[in-house]
Nanobody, 121 residues
Framework: QVQLVESGGGLVQAGGSLRLSCAAS????????MGWYRQAPGKQRELVAS???????KYADSVKGRFTISRDNAKSTVALQMNSLKPEDTAVYYC???????????????WGQGTQVTVSS
């Protein structure tokens, strides 16, 4: 029912910037959350940043001050502005979305296909 499509990945030098976008097809019940996750080779997937439809945001400590997440509820899109990129930011970035459940909290049910971000030193 819900599909997520990411775009904006690519190769960039350390210190550069990149902007990722995610477009959602279909509707997600409110309250809900959309976010960005990343997975590097040999490492577990980790939360990068998330934002609820109410505007509450959460960031991984490693990206605070460098990355900014935003969303357009009317257009069902979420973006991640990544500045001052570091080689350790290299990973496949996935867009995720889900709704809130009183007993389980926010649950990510839908995932995009992922987009590669490579930061060279």
């Amino acid at each position: 029912q819900v599909q997520l499509v990411e775009s904006g990945g690519g190769l960039v030098q350390a210190g550069g910037s990149l902007r990722l976008s995610c477009a959602a097809s279909g509707s997600i019940s409110s309250p809900n959350v959309m976010g960005w996750y990343r997975q590097a080779p040999g490492k577990q997937r980790e939360l990068v940043a998330s934002i609820t439809d109410g505007g509450n945001t959460k960031y991984a400590d490693s990206v605070k001050g460098r990355f900014t997440i935003s969303r357009d509820n009317a257009k069902s899109t979420v973006a991640l502005q990544m500045n001052s990129l570091k080689p350790e930011d290299t990973a496949v970035y996935y867009c995720g979305a889900g709704s809130y459940h009183v007993l389980r909290g926010y649950q990510i049910r839908y995932w995009g296909q992922g987009t590669q971000v490579t930061v060279s030193s």
